[in-house]
């Protein structure tokens, strides 16, 4: 199992969108994938799931079967935790579902986090829940892949959510707010990532397997905004043109590379377009953009558009995929 956060702690740069659009093609491409929603705001759950379907999973059960239900019994200290319900999606997509009462774990995953130098058991128990819920639903769905959707923030559940994760991607906006989030993400990232490599050396329980907490950066995608006559292309490509420095300064804690630009940066996944309309038909038909369908309203130059988007995708799915060391489906 191969597990990849997607990580920004701005919000609004089209985090949750990349996570959904690429758990679909890598189902598209024949890859058992588990999409995995870390999010309180459970902004990713919606868009797979509408609201009836959510009421049943949140309110219809003793248990809950989210994310939160599968975390329940070691938060309380019932019990320790359990394998989450999964939501097919489609055939090889399988979804944990969020839940807005995951926040409510924010508290224990934060006053767990020094008594791990103490090598208190239920620290490590409590630390690798995450983790351990993710390998579970990876278990039970046959997935070789999962793809982790997390909130914007530097918070003690996002802290657990990127210890669980062995590849961190860094979804960006061309402005200034993505730049200064990537001066505080990377040094973050290194931080935590050096903590808790002191901390699981002194697991005392054996036969408990916790995370590597590897976190290592894969690289970044660029979501373009839409031209509009307000914003002209030339403030874009302003900040774009700083991209490359600012992620090899601030993640990779390397020096700049003269000529570096977006399009010869080997840390740049993709650029990837502003879909325009083609979103509003994927929200309202509930599916992809680069499923849509004339149906769906795909109709005249959304053809095309949605055909770009598949090509898209394919092409940021296969290059993440060799970039991690997932194996794809000839």
């Given at each position: 199992?191969?597990?990849?956060?997607f990580f920004?702690?701005?919000?609004?740069?089209?985090?949750?969108?990349?996570?959904?659009?690429?758990?679909w093609?890598?189902?598209?491409?024949?890859?058992n994938?588990?999409?995995?929603?870390?999010?309180?705001?459970?902004?990713?759950?919606?868009?797979?799931?509408?609201?009836?379907?959510?009421?049943?999973?949140?309110n219809?059960?003793?248990?809950?079967?989210?994310?939160?239900?599968?975390?329940?019994?070691?938060?309380?200290?019932?019990?320790d935790?359990?394998?989450?319900?999964?939501?097919?999606?489609?055939?090889?997509?399988?979804?944990?579902?969020?839940?807005?009462?995951?926040?409510?774990?924010?508290?224990e995953?934060s006053?767990?986090?020094?008594d791990?130098?103490?090598?208190?058991?239920r620290?490590?128990?409590?630390?690798?829940?995450?983790?351990?819920?993710?390998?579970?639903?990876?278990?039970?769905?046959?997935?070789?892949?999962?793809?982790?959707?997390?909130?914007?923030?530097?918070?003690?559940?996002?802290?657990?959510?990127?210890?669980?994760?062995?590849?961190?991607a860094?979804?960006?906006?061309?402005?200034?707010y993505?730049?200064?989030?990537?001066?505080?993400?990377?040094?973050?990232?290194?931080?935590?990532?050096?903590?808790?490599?002191?901390?699981r050396?002194?697991?005392?329980?054996?036969?408990?397997?916790?995370p590597?907490?590897?976190?290592?950066?894969?690289?970044?995608?660029?979501?373009?905004?839409?031209?509009?006559?307000?914003?002209?292309?030339?403030?874009?490509?302003?900040?774009?043109?700083?991209?490359?420095?600012?992620?090899?300064?601030?993640?990779?804690?390397e020096?700049?590379?003269p000529?570096?630009?977006?399009?010869?940066?080997p840390?740049?996944?993709?650029?990837?377009?502003?879909?325009?309309?083609?979103?509003?038909?994927?929200?309202?038909?509930?599916?992809?953009?680069?499923?849509?369908k004339?149906?769906?309203?795909a109709?005249g130059?959304?053809?095309?558009?949605?055909?770009?988007?598949?090509?898209?995708f394919?092409?940021?799915a296969?290059?993440?995929?060799?970039?991690?060391?997932?194996?794809?489906?000839?």
């Open positions: 199992m191969k597990t990849i956060a920004n702690n701005k919000g609004g740069v089209g985090k949750t969108s990349l996570v959904y659009h690429l758990a093609m890598y189902a598209d491409l024949g890859l994938v588990v999409a995995a929603d870390l999010d309180p705001q459970a902004n990713l759950t919606s868009m797979f799931l509408d609201d009836d379907r959510l009421e049943e999973l949140w219809g059960a003793e248990t809950r079967q989210t994310i939160y239900g599968a975390l329940q019994p070691l938060l309380e200290g019932t019990g935790v359990s394998a989450p319900h999964l939501e097919e999606a489609a055939p090889g997509l399988n979804l944990v579902v969020g839940d807005l009462a995951l926040s409510e774990a924010e508290d995953l006053s767990q986090w020094p791990c130098l103490d090598r208190k058991p620290a490590f128990r409590v630390l690798s829940a995450l983790w351990r819920v993710l390998r579970l639903a990876a278990e039970e769905s046959e997935a070789a892949l999962v793809l982790v959707d997390v909130g914007p923030n530097l918070g003690a559940l996002n802290r657990a959510a990127l210890v669980a994760a062995d590849h961190v860094v979804p960006l906006a061309p402005d200034l993505s730049l200064q989030g990537l001066r505080n993400l990377g040094p973050t990232l290194r931080r935590w990532r050096n903590e808790w490599r002191e901390r050396e002194r697991n005392p329980i054996p036969g408990l397997e916790i590597e907490g590897a976190m290592y950066p894969v690289g970044y995608v660029v979501m373009q905004h839409a031209v509009r006559l307000d914003r002209p292309v030339k403030a874009y490509d302003r900040w774009m043109q700083r991209i490359p420095d600012a992620y090899r300064q601030a993640v990779l804690d020096q700049p590379q000529g570096v630009t977006i399009d010869n940066d840390h740049c996944l993709a650029t990837l377009k502003h879909y325009r309309s083609l979103m509003p038909l994927a929200q309202e038909a509930r599916k992809p953009m680069f499923h849509l004339p149906a769906d309203g109709i130059g959304h053809t095309k558009a949605v055909q770009d988007c598949y090509a898209d394919r092409a940021l296969r290059r993440i995929a060799h970039a991690c060391g997932v194996a794809l489906p000839s």
